[in-house]
């Protein structure tokens, strides 16, 4: 399991008429997360993208427990407990400035060929910089 | 039982580097969906907020089975198959412009006093509108 | 000269804090606005970036007079009185639900080649539809 | 005068087909540096704001020269060479990775009494804040 903490300001454009942070952007907030949690263990999303490996969303689940206002830090914690295999899921919390959980999200990404746009296992680089975090992998 | 169709073109602004409309957008596609099925059958979301009846989203589950892109006309039906109480549950399915289904999504909302900002029943004029489409209510 | 009125409800998730549609929304507003301008004399722009030609902005310029709200239905007039050359100039006149005059904007376009990405002359086609409302060209 | 430099890094919903970070997205890249421009001379917003005073934009001029593109950290310098008024004038220049200028802009805002939504003049501690970078003030 690996997990890690990204930090997000909110965006006044982000806000909504109540005051809230938009749950719209909350599908952008979980991707910068879960791409500074790859950068954090040495992927460049953008890098295996031109390398022809696409990994697009297939599913995205979110609560919304408590709001998030403008200007608050929200923290973004991204979770790996699965080994990734074809699909790759990944969960998340979000915590408000007062560090109350306001949000869960589940996603569950495809790893996808960009020449042929077919499922692929991961690459080979991408599942070595996750063995560290693994003892047992399929 | 409730469907309204809703059609949407998906803006430049909205597309991205892999030329999709990006997921990030369909919260918005849905919400707009959502108010247009509800105009459809003489409720105001605008009108029910001024009045003091909020209806945020608590949960939000989307899959993104095929991708539309820049200048597409997607079609959003918003299904209402459960007669609301405090939580008002809708699912979603969006068809791209060949009417395949691209996505199905389903939303909980809750109904929120905006005073007191706890829930509430459903206001007797939302339930009213609805009651044409649904024999047995609680 | 030619104008075109394209009409625009304002969206739940574009609203901020102060209960205005945000102001980084009009630059898609005025994008989305300029593409059913061409579409109304026969001009796709997707077909045209298919082929190769790109619009990419150059310059843009608004003001912001008043708000527009939720779900206001917005006009915005897009104004061609410059026949184009390598750049495509355009203004535009936004009007609220009263129709009060509530931004004004201009854009700076420039003919790009996809290929080169080297600025270019419009496409025949292009100003062929434009031709009918200019007596003089250059 | 005052100069602040904010970083930003282009996120995935932020790009477009063409795969530039969109356009539309500069308002809100400006709005980020200007809240941190103020948050840099001990002003936020958000207090402001909270206290009755609001400073919506009045006009926004941007050139687009060239693209910046996702992931992408860019450098927006805000410049504040001019003593506020009622109008606060404001001007932007956009690095890219590479240290190119990719984009200018000017903003006005407009301080504004929340309450009776009408201009005023900058209140007393904003403008202390800012008397240290200006010799003569109006």
Same mark, same amino acid.
């Given at each position: 399991m690996y997990t890690f903490e990204t930090k997000i300001r909110v965006r006044y454009a982000e806000t909504?008429?109540?005051g809230y942070a938009h749950h719209s952007n909350y599908a952008s907030y979980i991707e910068e997360a879960r791409t500074e949690m790859m950068r954090s263990i040495g992927i460049s999303y953008l890098e295996m993208e031109n390398k022809g490996v696409m990994l697009p969303v297939l599913e995205l689940q979110t609560? @919304?427990?408590k709001p998030a @206002?403008?200007?608050d830090v929200i923290t973004v914690k991204t979770i790996v407990s699965e080994y990734?295999?074809?699909? @790759?899921?990944?969960s998340y919390e979000i915590y408000?400035? %007062?560090?109350e959980l306001m949000?869960?999200? %589940?996603?569950t990404l495809v790893f996808v060929n960009a020449e042929t746009m077919k499922p692929m296992r991961p690459p080979t680089f991408f599942l070595e910089k996750l063995d560290q975090f693994f003892e047992v992998k399929d």
């Open positions: 909504d008429k109540m609560t @919304f427990l @206002f403008y200007d990734p295999s074809i699909r @790759f899921k990944l408000n400035q %007062k560090k949000s869960t999200a %589940k996603t």
